[in-house]
């Protein structure tokens, strides 16, 4: 019983980072169409950043708002630099130079901050919590990551939600035509949109990073994951994508816990494969629209 | 209030409008009519920004519209109103309204939504509901409401009629005769349905394969058989 509970409690926490990347994932996707290959680079980038900062003598959270920060613009640049220009073509050639970024911010960062593992500090303590006389697999950083997930979602859905400015980009994600003959600015509304999907993903990228070690390619292992827990959700709802993460990430954990360690990436795929199956458009496909 | 002079424009090698100039005056139903393939939806475009005219001038209250962008035209107090195709599905009723009220800049007044909901009460039962659950004839409604929510002084309304039964029709244009003589709102309507766009026009502008073949008073136009053979299939 008390394995089950731990197992649980360890997926939970699991979860809900690859909820933020799906997250992440999935805002991009849902008003732009394209598959953000460079979510996990982009990611690793400002996580260094973060280091960089906290290397520097400052504290962790200086550098938690420095890659908090360092993702907006990153995302911003990209989407104004990288994937502006080839706006209305095919999507193919957006996910071809994301594809060509992934590569790109490796080789950067592998420059600049070298090319080897460096450890990362957490805030909080990394000893399990005690609950009456036991200690459990949850510790304060575990907490930390399953309360600033669900902070950063709640702020997304209050944002889409109740602002005129989520007004504003859920219609140009829908109909960019439609929404520019309503006066929406679409292209500002992208940009915004690609600068909270690299926030969102920075935030992940940090959780992975917390009392664990990094190096350019730390992230790599989680696009996979994160990819699973996106397209279980149904890759259009944000809703989906933590769900999604959720669900992957307690099942790999009992993976894990009770099968074997080395079944863990093939475990995601066979999920993957189920959900393809049985429900092509993920858990969370809207029913398809009334024509008439 | 919008005058065309001498418009050309097109895609590609291909000219869709060649050397079209009318006027739609201020107060009026001013509808341009046509087959498919003559031009109409281009004249619409271009007019609000979506295509880019080759040459010629668009003159709206004295400001020149032929670079302005789409986005800016709804604080020029211009609105096109796509067909009912053009309501955002994902959104709800009372979502598509409020993103009419944005575009004018500021924030959506509780009036502006309380008046479109009044002018549609269909619309105001459903405010809560996603538009995508609407029917062709509330979705037609719902993108003129929504456009009313910016407080144009123009409408350009692109095909009300496409694919609505008659009586729904007969419905959506009454209603826009009503905004015409009760706020001064003008309109130019673009429709292929000739003969019930001329019940309600003042004037008509008769397209042919991108060029202006008739340009008379409403009436006039439905009097004339041989046009009306020709050009307008009734």
Known sequence: MQQFFNTALTG????MVYAAFAL??????????????????????TTFVALVVIDAGYSYWLGF???????LVLGAVIERVVIRPVEGKAEINAVILTLGLFIVLHGLAAVIFGNRYRS?????????????????????????????????????VALFRYTDVGLRMRASAFNQEVARLLGVKVGAMLTLGWALASVVGSLAGLLIAGGSLVHPSYMDSVVVFGFVAAVLGGLDSPLGAVVGGLILGVSLSFVSGYVGSQLVALAALVILMLVLTLKPGGLFAQAPERRV | MLTLTSLTAGYGPVTALEDVSLTARKGEITAVLGANG???TTLL???????????????????????????????????????GRGVITELTVEENLRLGGLGRGGRVSASDLERVNDLFPILGDRN????????????????????????PTMLLLDEPSLGLAPRIVAQ????????VRDEGLSVLLVEQNARSALSVADHGVVLNLGRVVADAPADELAGDDQLRHAYLGF
């Open chain 2, 172 to 179: 959506i244009f009454g209603l826009v005769r009503t905004l």
């Open chain 2, 45 to 83: 475009r271009t007019v609000s920004g979506l295509h880019r005219a080759r040459s010629g001038a668009i003159d709206f209250d004295g400001t020149r519209l032929e670079s302005v962008a789409a986005e800016k035209m709804p604080r020029l107090g211009l609105a096109h109103v796509p067909e």
């Open chain 1, 120 to 156: 990362f500090p957490a805030p909080f303590g990394l000893e399990g919590l005690t609950v009456g006389g036991t200690t459990i697999a949850l510790n304060g950083f575990g907490v930390f990551t399953i309360v600033s997930v669900l902070v950063v979602m709640g702020l997304l």
């Open chain 1, 24 to 45: 992440a994932l999935v805002l991009i996707w849902r008003s732009t169409r394209i598959v953000n290959f460079a979510q996990a680079p982009m990611a690793m980038l």
């Open chain 1, 12 to 15: 939970l926490t699991l979860g």
């Open chain 2, 128 to 151: 809560a509901a996603l538009a995508s659950t609407l029917s062709g004839g509330e979705r037609q409604m719902l993108v003129i409401g929504r456009a009313l929510m910016a407080r």
């Open chain 2, 38 to 40: 003559a031009g109409k």
């Open chain 1, 65 to 71: 708002v420095a890659a908090l920060v360092s993702g």
